[in-house]
C-alpha cells in the first residue's frame, strides 16, 4: 500500500489508507502477542513483499486468515529475518537446527513466486534498505497511535536499530559482535537457563518462547547436563545483543522466573567459571 503523494493529508485519512496493515499489525502484536517490535519488522518485510511482486491485496488477504495460518506464515517471515541479519548465508545455514527450516511454502504460495532464503539473502542489502523506508514512511506513522495505547512505545524504535545494525560487521564464528566500537564475546551476550528435574523442555519450545516474547534476540541455545531419560537439566542462551539481558534477567545476582508451555525456568546472567 503506497502512501506517498505531495497532497497533504490528515491523520484520518493517512490511518484509513493504511486500515489493512493496521488491522494486520494490531492484530499480530494483540491476537497473536507477538513482540512489539519483531512485528514492526515482520510489517515491514511483509510490506516488501507486496510491492516487490505488485500484489496489492498481500496485505488484505493476510488480515482474513485464522490465527493458525496467520502465526505459520509470520514465524516463516521471522526466518527471513533471521536470514537477513546474517551476512554470510552458509553461516545462516549452519546455525539452524533443522534444514527443513530453510523452506519458506507459505510465502511462496502467497505470493505466487519462487523465494527461497537464498534469494532474500542474494538481495540482502535492497530488501533492508526497502524495509527502512516503509519503516519511517508507513509503520512508524501508521503504528503509533496503537502503540500508545498499548504503552509500550520505546519498542518501537528498536525496529530502525535492528535495520541499521544489519549494516555493522558482526564475527559469529569468532564468538563476537561490535557495541560502539568495542567486541562483545559471547559469553557476554549469554543467558543461564536452569530447568526442573521431571519437566522435560526442547531447545525448540525455549527458542518459540523467548522469540515471542522478546523478539529475534536469539543467536544460538546450547543445552546441556543430563538428568533423568537424558533430560537437559540447563541451558546456555546466547543473544545478538548483550543490550537484551536486562528485559530477561531483571537483577544480575537474581534469577528470573519464566513458565514455558507450564514448566517452570529459571533465567539468571551467565558467569563464566573461575577455576583456579
Given amino acids: 500500500m503506497d502512501s506517498s503523494s505531495s497532497i497533504s493529508i490528515t491523520r484520518e485519512e ?40 505488485l500484489m496489492s491485496n ?37 546455525s539452524l537446527r533443522n534444514i527443513n527450516s530453510l ?19 542474494q538481495n540482502r542489502e535492497d530488501i533492508l534498505l526497502e524495509m527502512k523506508k516503509h519503516l519511517k514512511s ?3 506513522p501508521a503504528f503509533e497511535d496503537i502503540c500508545f495505547e498499548m504503552q509500550d512505545m520505546e519498542k518501537m524504535y528498536t525496529s530502525s536499530h535492528f535495520l ?3 549494516q555493522a560487521t558482526t564475527n559469529h564464528a569468532a564468538g563476537t559482535n561490535n557495541v560502539e566500537g568495542q567486541q562483545v564475546t559471547a559469553e557476554d ?37 543430563v538428568g533423568g531419560k537424558d533430560q537437559a537439566l540447563y541451558a546456555r542462551m546466547v543473544l545478538r545483543s548483550a543490550a537484551k539481558i536486562p528485559e530477561i534477567v531483571s537483577d544480575e545476582g537474581c534469577r528470573t522466573k519464566f513458565t514455558i508451555n507450564g514448566k517452570h525456568v529459571k533465567a539468571r546472567k551467565f558467569i563464566i567459571p573461575n577455576y583456579k
Fill in 14 to 53: 493517512f490511518n484509513a489508507f493504511h486500515k489493512f496493515d493496521r488491522d494486520l499489525f494490531t492484530r499480530i502484536v494483540i491476537s497473536l502477542r507477538r513482540d512489539i517490535s519483531l512485528s514492526f519488522r515482520v510489517m515491514c518485510f511483509l510490506i516488501y513483499l507486496e510491492k516487490s511482486v
Fill in 58 to 94: 498481500l496485505i488484505f488477504n493476510l488480515v482474513s486468515l485464522p490465527d493458525l495460518f496467520m502465526n505459520t506464515i509470520i514465524d516463516e517471515v521471522v526466518m527471513c529475518l533471521r536470514c537477513l541479519s546474517c551476512e554470510n548465508f552458509p553461516t545462516f545455514v549452519a
Fill in 103 to 121: 523452506s519458506i511454502p507459505w510465502i511462496r504460495r502467497m505470493t505466487r513466486q519462487n523465494f527461497t532464503l537464498e534469494v532474500f539473502h
Fill in 138 to 140: 508507513i509503520c512508524y
Fill in 164 to 166: 541499521c545494525a544489519q
Fill in 189 to 225: 551476550r549469554t543467558v543461564f537457563l536452569t530447568f526442573s528435574k521431571g519437566h522435560p523442555i526442547s531447545e525448540e519450545e525455549v527458542y518459540a518462547y523467548f522469540t515471542r516474547r522478546f523478539g529475534d534476540i536469539v543467536e544460538a541455545i546450547h543445552m546441556g547436563g
